[in-house]
C-alpha cells in the first residue's frame, strides 16, 4: 500500500469537503500502517472539519459523545485499550472538541505501543491550549520513548514554567537531562540515569549538554568531537546531523555547507541531512543580506532577496513531495511563492489548505491576497470574508488587515457603502490603523 499516495487523497477529499471519504482514507492507511501520525493528526483534522461543516456538534452528537467517553473509560479501568480506541474515535466523530477524550486516546495508543499516535493526540490538545500541563507532560514523555530528548526536556521545562511545584515534572526534567547524554558521554556503561544523577560531576556536565545556549568554549568542544565522530565513522548519520547543527550554532556556514555536501555522499536520501542542507543555504543568503544592508549595496541586497525567494520555493518544494501532509511547509511555499510573485502557484499552495483547521485562516487569507492581485475582486471578497469570520472580528490585528483589505476590494468594485462599513469597523475598535481615518473622511465626502 502506497501510504502517501492515500494521504494525499485523503487531502483532497478534505479541499472538496467529503469528510467521509477522508475518514475512511485516514483509516486505511492507519489499518496498513499502524502507528503513523500523520494519518493520525490528519483523521483528528477531518473529525474537526465535519463538525465545522455542520455548524458544530448537536444535542444528540454532544450526548452520544459523553456516553461513548463513559464507555471508554469503563474500559481503560478495565485494561481493554483497543476498546478505549474504538470509543473515543466513536466519540471524537460526534463531538471533536472532547479535550477529555483526546488524552484517554493517547494514553490507549501509548499503550498499545503506537507512540507517534498519540503524540499527535497530544499535540493537537497542545494547539488548543499551549498551557495545558497534563498535554506537555504527556507529549515530552513521549518525544522522550522516540529519543527526540531535546524536544522532551522543551516540552517538560513549558511544564515546570506553568507549575513549579509538580514534582513528577521536576523528577522526569532530570531524569532526560541524563539520559540525553547517555549515548554520547563517557557514561554510556551506566545502567540508568539515576547511576549519573549520583554523580554529581557528571550530572553537570549532563545538565551543560541539554542547554540550548552554550557558550563559545562549550562549541567549540562539541564542533572537535563531532568532527572526529563523523571522521572515524562517515557513516555515523546522526553525529553528521549534529555537527552541522554545531557548525550553523557557530556560524561557520561555509564548513557547515562542506559538511552537509559530504553527509549526502553516505546519505543521500536522509530527510534530517537534506532539511538541513537547505537551512544552511537559506542561512547564508540571509547572512549575505545582512552584509549587503550595512554595506548599503541595495543592488546586491535585492538580487539576494530574490534568490532567497528562490531558494524558499526551491527547498519548501522538496520537503512537501517527500512529505504531501506538511501542511505548515505548504503554507511557507505558497506565502514565498506569493512574494515571488508567483501567484498560480501560490493559489494552488493556499487551496490544498483550506480544509485544514489549523492552516484555514492563513490560507483564506493568502488566497484573497492572490485574488486581489489578479484582479478577481469577487473572489477575493469571499476568501477576506471568510478569513475575518476565521479571525473573530477585528479584534486582533489579523482582522483588522484583513477587514482593511476586505475594504479595498469593496473600493475596486465601487461598492462605497461596503467599504465605508468595513473601515468604520477597523476605526471603531482602532483609529490608529493604517489610513483607515482617511480613507473614511474620503468616501464620507
Known amino acids: 500500500m502506497d501510504v502517501d499516495k492515500f494521504l494525499v487523497k485523503a487531502e483532497q477529499a478534505l479541499r ?19 502507528d503513523h501520525g500523520g494519518a493520525r493528526a490528519g483523521l483528528l483534522a477531518a473529525c474537526k472539519r465535519r463538525a465545522e461543516l455542520k455548524g458544530g456538534p448537536n444535542l444528540l452528537d454532544r450526548a452520544a459523545a459523553k456516553t461513548l467517553r463513559a464507555a471508554a ?12 480506541v474504538k470509543s473515543c474515535e466513536a466519540a471524537l466523530e460526534k463531538d471533536p472538541n472532547e479535550g477529555a477524550v483526546l488524552g484517554m486516546l493517547g494514553d490507549a495508543l501509548s499503550a498499545l505501543g503506537r507512540p507517534h499516535e498519540a503524540l499527535a493526540c497530544w499535540t493537537e490538545r497542545l494547539q488548543r491550549d499551549e498551557r495545558d500541563v497534563e498535554a506537555l507532560k504527556a507529549a515530552g514523555s ?14 517538560l521545562d513549558r511544564a515546570h514554567a506553568i507549575d513549579p511545584h509538580d514534582p513528577a ?27 549519573l544523577i549520583r554523580d554529581q560531576d557528571a ?48 556560524g561557520d556556514l561555509e564548513r557547515a555547507a562542506a559538511d552537509a555536501q559530504a553527509g549526502l555522499v553516505h546519505h543521500p536520501e536522509d530527510d534530517g541531512l537534506l532539511d538541513l542542507a537547505g537551512e544552511i543555504g537559506l542561512a547564508a543568503n540571509k547572512a549575505g543580506l545582512e552584509a549587503a544592508r550595512v554595506a548599503g549595496d541595495s543592488a546586491a541586497e535585492q538580487a539576494l532577496k530574490a534568490a532567497r525567494l528562490e531558494l524558499e520555493i526551491a527547498e519548501f518544494s522538496r520537503r512537501i513531495q517527500r512529505h504531501p501532509g506538511d501542511g505548515a511547509t505548504r503554507l511557507k511555499l505558497g506565502q514565498a511563492c ?19 483547521p489549523r492552516s484555514e485562516l492563513a490560507a ?18 469571499k476568501q477576506f470574508e471568510q478569513a475575518l469570520a476565521k479571525a473573530g472580528g477585528v479584534g486582533s490585528d489579523r482582522g483588522k488587515e484583513i477587514c482593511y483589505h476586505l475594504g479595498l476590494a469593496c ?26 481615518a482617511a480613507k473614511i473622511e474620503a468616501l464620507q465626502d
Open 16 to 34: 472538496k469537503r467529503a469528510v467521509p471519504q477522508a475518514v475512511a482514507l485516514y483509516k486505511q492507511v492507519l489499518v496498513a500502517s499502524p
Open 73 to 84: 473509560a469503563g474500559s481503560q479501568k478495565a485494561g481493554q485499550h483497543s476498546l478505549v
Open 142 to 155: 513521549l518525544h522522550y520513548e522516540l529519543m527526540e530528548i531535546r524536544e522532551a526536556i522543551e516540552l
Open 169 to 195: 515534572v521536576e523528577k522526569l526534567r532530570k531524569h532526560l537531562v541524563a539520559e540525553g547524554t547517555l549515548a554520547s558521554t563517557k557514561f554510556e556503561t551506566a545502567k540508568s540515569s539515576r547511576e
Open 203 to 250: 550530572l553537570r556536565q549532563a545538565e551543560s549538554s541539554s542547554r540550548l545556549h552554550r557558550t563559545d568554549e562549550e562549541l567549540s568542544a562539541d564542533i572537535e568531537q563531532l568532527a572526529q565522530r563523523v571522521a572515524a565513522a562517515p557513516d555515523d548519520v546522526d553525529a553528521c546531523r549534529k555537527l552541522l547543527k554545531a557548525r550553523m550554532r557557530a
Open 338 to 356: 506569493y512574494r515571488a510573485k508567483r501567484t498560480d502557484e501560490a493559489i494552488d499552495a493556499f487551496q490544498a489548505l483550506v480544509s485544514d
Open 364 to 381: 483564506r487569507q493568502g488566497l484573497g491576497a492572490c485574488f486581489f492581485r489578479k484582479g478577481m475582486y469577487p473572489l477575493a471578497r
Open 411 to 436: 473600493e475596486r468594485q465601487e461598492q462605497t457603502q461596503e467599504a465605508l462599513e468595513k473601515y468604520l469597523e477597523i476605526y471603531e475598535v482602532d483609529i490608529h490603523f493604517k489610513d483607515v
